[in-house]
């Protein structure tokens, strides 16, 4: 075999390789720039259809005309010419149906009666589901690619698309000629090498020594030197577009590369970021499931707010840089402890703190950990009270009220200003609980809800029961603690077993009962009260249908 055909043996391979990777990258790069640019006009399309109707919505709504049917038919009118005006294709389709399948408006033409049963079954599930999103659906036979969305106040489903055959049509015409261009290049090639491969000499050395240094190097910005105006000459020439290629496919790579180490960064900067408002288990879940979160729900959480009684009062001590110091480090006892329980700080309300446990991630026991976070914060308040004393400085007496119940947790607010928060007659009766802790005389108030849902790893003590004010029913309200000595916890399960004495209306029993705790906790709040309450109960006796239950007409 003559050096000539060993020349193509070897070159044509390489050569008409190196050719396809350049013209398919060359073609799936501009296909894919061409299909992302058509999908984000069609979509950019539907977004401003949604926007106007909804503008025109709100219109209607905010001038309370929402009942007068003839201005929602003209505003129907209006979205429907809006629509037919953003058309740009004859084969371009903007429809809006009705909840039934009826037509409410199309830009073009368009029989549903004709349509066939597959046809009408899929608008009918579209609608059923209120599908939004990109979609691919056939009508009258024609396959059509788009997006869909439904607009709630109309009980429209629109779908903005467009003929497959006419949205990919620029697509495939750049794959044609890509590959036409390609065919063509390589059969010249082919055709130079055939032509002028006999009469390589000594100077085909040197092309091949460069290609070899490349090979070596990876240097793929390395050009072979163009030293001849022949055949030689020619194949340089041809190497060096063949690199051109391969490098720019390798820059692109490349940028796509570097396009993946900074969405890990910026991924990075938003844990960084977040870490400081939600526990680092709670981002976990968020980044790997992120459908299932920030989603507008319904559900049983914790709640727990916290308040530094006499604040006012406390402030007037400080010099406002002294201020604002003493409370970034108290705040920060209480955000640590409640992320390290899985909490969420939802929001600071001056001096006070309001956080949740069981959103947007559920945890084991989430009431169980907003009880320890207060109880930690509790404790914790406690050391933090006994060094301000020590250096003679205001100490902070913090409420702590906790519940748990169902709540509305979500993105609330508006299209300016949008808060992950939690709303609820639950949160209100939090708030409630920890503005009873000044009125019981205690550092934390749980609702009965809680210690439920908690279960029994702490002690419990009846407070009292209670309608808090905004509420009609009463509740029974309880505090607890981390840990107890043997004689103290002996004496909360005489309290308890006294209020159910007292509840009995058994008050000269249940007075003995609660004057024997009285000297285990020699000066308690609560005993004191409730041998109060037996002393008057004792003289005037209270109604047949008395409960027990204390009406609060202060927050």
Not at 42 to 61: D, I, P, R, T, Y
Not at 513 to 529: H, I, M, Q, S
Request: hydrophobic share 45%.
């Amino acid at each position: 075999m003559n050096v000539r055909f060993k020349i193509i043996l070897i070159v044509l391979p390489l050569l008409i390789f190196s050719l396809a990777v350049a013209g398919l990258t060359s073609a799936l790069s501009a296909r894919n720039g061409l299909t992302s640019i058509a999908v984000e006009f069609l979509g950019f399309k539907a977004e401003e259809l949604e926007l106007f109707s909804n503008n025109q919505w709100s219109l209607l709504v905010n001038n309370h005309l929402e009942t007068r049917a003839d201005l929602v038919g003209i505003t129907k009118q209006s979205i429907a010419a809006h629509a037919i005006q953003m058309t740009r294709s004859k084969t371009e389709l903007t429809l809006a149906l009705e909840e039934d399948g009826t037509k409410a408006f199309a830009n073009r033409p368009l029989d549903l009666a004709s349509l066939s049963e597959s046809e009408k079954s899929t608008l009918r599930t579209m609608i059923r589901t209120k599908a939004k999103g990109w979609t691919t659906v056939y009508l009258a036979g024609r396959e059509l690619v788009g997006f869909s969305f439904y607009l709630e106040s109309f009980h429209w489903l629109v779908l903005v698309a467009e003929e497959s055959t006419e949205f990919y049509a620029p697509v495939n015409q750049i794959v044609v000629q890509t590959a036409v261009v390609l065919l063509v290049t390589v059969l010249l090639s082919v055709l130079f090498l055939i032509i002028f491969s006999g009469i390589l000499t000594r100077p085909l050395g040197k092309v091949v020594s460069a290609m070899e240094r490349i090979i070596a190097s990876g240097e793929m910005t390395e050009r072979v030197e163009v030293r001849f105006h022949d055949e030689i000459g020619r194949l340089a020439h041809t190497f060096n577009a063949m690199m051109e290629q391969l490098d720019a496919a390798y820059r692109q790579v490349k940028t796509y590369a570097m396009d993946a180490v900074i969405a890990k960064r910026n991924e990075q900067k938003i844990r960084q970021i977040f870490q400081k408002y939600v526990p680092s288990e709670v981002i976990n879940q968020i980044f790997a499931h992120p459908e299932q979160m920030l989603v507008g729900d319904v559900r049983e959480i914790a709640i727990l707010f916290t308040d530094i009684r006499s604040f006012t009062t406390i402030s007037e001590a400080f010099k406002p840089d002294e201020l604002v110091t003493i409370l970034n480090y108290y705040f920060s006892i209480l955000v640590e402890i409640i992320m390290e329980k899985h909490g969420v700080v939802d929001k600071y309300i001056g001096d006070a703190v309001m956080a949740f446990f069981g959103a947007p991630a559920r945890f084991e026991n989430d009431a169980e950990d907003a009880l320890r976070a207060g109880l930690g914060i509790a404790d914790a308040l406690a050391v933090f009270n006994g060094k301000q004393k020590a250096e003679g400085k205001q100490q902070f007496l913090t409420g702590i009220g906790i519940n748990y119940g169902a709540v509305t947790v979500g993105n609330i607010g508006t299209e300016k200003k949008m808060d992950y928060t939690v709303i609820g007659d639950n949160v209100n009766l939090a708030s409630r609980l920890e503005g009873l802790t000044k009125e019981y005389h205690q550092a934390i108030l749980i609702s009965q809800s809680l210690t439920e849902k908690a279960g029994p790893s702490f002690p419990y003590r009846l407070v009292d029961t209670v309608i808090v004010k905004g509420k009609t029913e009463g509740v029974r309200i309880y505090t607890s603690s981390l840990a107890l000595d043997a004689a103290t916890k002996a004496a909360w399960e005489s309290h308890n077993a006294a209020t159910d004495l007292f509840y009995a209306r058994k008050f000269a029993e249940a007075r003995a009962a609660f004057e024997k705790v009285g000297r285990v906790l020699p000066g308690d709040y609560l005993v004191e009260l409730f041998v109060q309450r037996c002393h008057d109960f004792e003289a005037n006796p209270p109604p047949k249908d008395w409960n027990g239950t204390i009406q609060m007409t202060h927050k």
